[in-house]
């Protein structure tokens, strides 16, 4: 588990089966990262069971340090070991639980395993042009933007832009500052994928 300020990050449970599974089919929320599209049980129970035997997607929980139930998610997918790099998502799952700055300390703590754990030197996202408050966070957090897909989506009858944005693992001095200045404390532990909304390419999106 990997502790910050307001949130934890961990492994998935049994309970969290429910959440993740009415925060895919969210419609509401699919208009900041993802096409909408219902996904059935089946489907679902797929995703979920491959949980684990995928070595190239880790999945994190994001919870309160004092409430076991989930508040959002963290995915880290297409890891590649040659190139050491990934693609990162995460999703804050109901409105009440967003603009609180869980999603970017979650963010945070997820790129610092990137670097840390996964030997990753590039972790990267796609996001909504028009998604302001995910862009402000992942700028936070040490993404910038690489260029702008236009109208590379269609969402809710209308066409969108994508940004891309990419964060490249520090130099040593810098990570090491970083690790001292940040709110974090480590106690060490297509498609279901995507900050607090961003598309990421797998199952579940992110908020």
Known sequence: ???????TIGPL???????????????????LDFAYRPVDV???????????????RVVF??????????IGYVQINGINSVHRSAEIGIRIGEEKHRG????????????EFCWNHLNLNRVQLVVFKHNIRAISA?????FRKEGV???AAFIGGGWVD??????????????????????VMAHLTDAYGTPEMATANAYLPVA
């Not at 869980?102 to 703590?109: D, I, K, M, S, T």
């Not at 990419?166 to 690790?179: I, S």
């Open 162 to 183: 994508l940004c891309v944005m990419a964060a490249l693992r520090p130099a040593p001095a810098r990570q090491r500052k970083l690790r001292v200045s940040a709110p």
């Open 42 to 56: 089946v489907a679902h129970q797929q995703w979920w069971d491959s949980l684990g035997k995928d070595q190239t």
């Open 138 to 142: 992942y700028k936070a957090v040490g």
């Open 1 to 7: 588990m990997l502790i910050a300020s307001q949130i």
């Open 13 to 31: 449970v049994a309970e969290d089966f429910g959440p993740l599974f009415c925060w895919i089919n969210d419609v509401a929320a699919a208009r």
């Open 149 to 151: 897909l236009r109208k």
């Open 61 to 70: 929980a994001i919870r309160k340090p004092t409430d076991p139930a989930i």
């Open 100 to 111: 609180q700055g869980y999603g970017q300390e979650a963010l945070r703590l997820a790129v």
